[in-house]
């Protein structure tokens, strides 16, 4: 994928506490936007105009709509925070994003270690790590709590890699 | 009348009640309230009673409020918000004098007065949270504050609950055994009682919900017996699996019992409510209300002011913590259970604050429908004297400009 050659604006994340997390971009033409992420799925868009800090705009976005819209502005890098499974099914072929937490089989495991694609098929294209990507990881790349693994493969082999990732079992 | 009818009764009652409160624009809580005002054994039109069933859904409903208040209180999410909460918070806490300084006033004595303190002090997170939702507010910088202080006022009203409940517990030393071994049960629990407590939900269906409702009743009741604060401990398991895998999932499969539950625990509480002895406390459940909304009004500017918000986002924070709600029906609650404050002054303290949670969260509710309006009227009205003078000074010049044209 081509990353635009200026830096991309910065985003700055909060949490909104019992109602979700709020982001906020400033624009190089003045003002703001921010998006609120409820749970639920549902986005609420602001726009700020320059040195005003009320909106002059909202957009309320049902799940579905955000996503919608998500494709509009263009494709995403990371997978939506609310961790609904985002599958990109072409044919046969799956797309899947899977977050490891402290109690995953593999957290602590290198890629050679989980030996994911001898026992499920399915393949680790890239680890996301704190906003950073670490496409095509090498074997002795280590997965830690908080990693989101994006893995291919048929729907039944990213099932089993799933099984294999979120489950306690050894 | 058989349970199951009155059930039935119940939930159509409370269903109208809060439908038709939706559709004046107001939360439901408002119908809820008004339905056991209006037809409870106190009223002038008392056709129900509620029987066991009824009080058993309600203090189920109680115990659930606490128990997602504290599934969704983090410390983590209390650190981000850093110096402003704390601040903000603090200055907060002025209301809590409110209820306590009208409780000495009215010669209810000073039990009475710490709750009527708690009463006025605790701002409804769930009226707030959903406004500012459906409002579409959640992105000025007053609301990130406003939210950060109701976490802040969570953690303080179950300080408050815990201390009322010690105090009002009677106080031999068998109590205060009770209490540290519930304490220490909870020490244990945090420390080591996580990853059991994960494996033994990793459950799917109703054996899930089952497990949870009895994880509540059973852990909040067992807390009771040791003369420990049941309130407080259903906060405290709640808060216990606030980082849990499982969050998500019991508040998928929860909340709507929580919500039923506590339509009922609203209800059985205003049942409880003698409708004449609430129409006599009347002028000061409003008075109370309306000092209430100005104070809030004032520390909430002084609280926004020393935390970096403008003028006119200050004004908003004191606007926006305005409504009162589920959580002083809690406290009330727990106060009319305390044998050892006076019946009348149970009844009164009943009697005040459905009358005054009835008015602010009508007040409340009417701020936030018009808030752009109200807050922009009050920016100007409260300018500050040297703002207002460059502000007239400026329109001078703008006549002077148009006489020169």
Redesign the interface.
Known sequence: MNRPASAAPQVKESTLPGVGKKYVMALEEGGHVAVIVKPDGERQLYHFLQDQDRPSDVVTLAGTEAQQVAQLLGPTLVAPPDHEDLQIALGQLDLEWIELDADSALTGQTLLESDLRRRTGASVIAVLRGGEAIPNPPVEQRFEAGDTLVIIGTPAQCDAARARIEGDET | MSPVLELGAVALGLYLAGWLAQRLGLASIVGYIALGLAFGPGSPLPIYTPSETIHLFGDLGLLMLLFFMGL??SPA?FS?GGRAIVVAGTIDLANFAVGFAAGMLLGYGWLAGLFLGGITYISS?GVI?KL??EK?L????E??RT??V??YEDLAMIAILGGLGLLTAGGGWQDFVGVAVALAAFGVLLRWGRRPL?RLLSREGETFVLLAIALIALGAMGAHRLGFPEAVAAFLLGMMLAES?HK?RL?ETLIPWRDVAAAVFFLDFALSVDLRAALAVAPIAISLALVTALVNLGSGYLAGRLTAL?H??AIGHGLMLIPRGEFSLVIVGLATSVSVLPGEVRAALAGITSVYVLTLVVVGSFVFVAY?RINERLARWLLSPAARRRLRERERQLERLRLDA
């Open positions: 969704e209180f999410r981000e997170s949270a500012l939702t579409r959640l992105a000025y910088p609301a990130e939210l950060g109701l976490v994960e895998r998500e508040e403008s006119r986002a752009d």
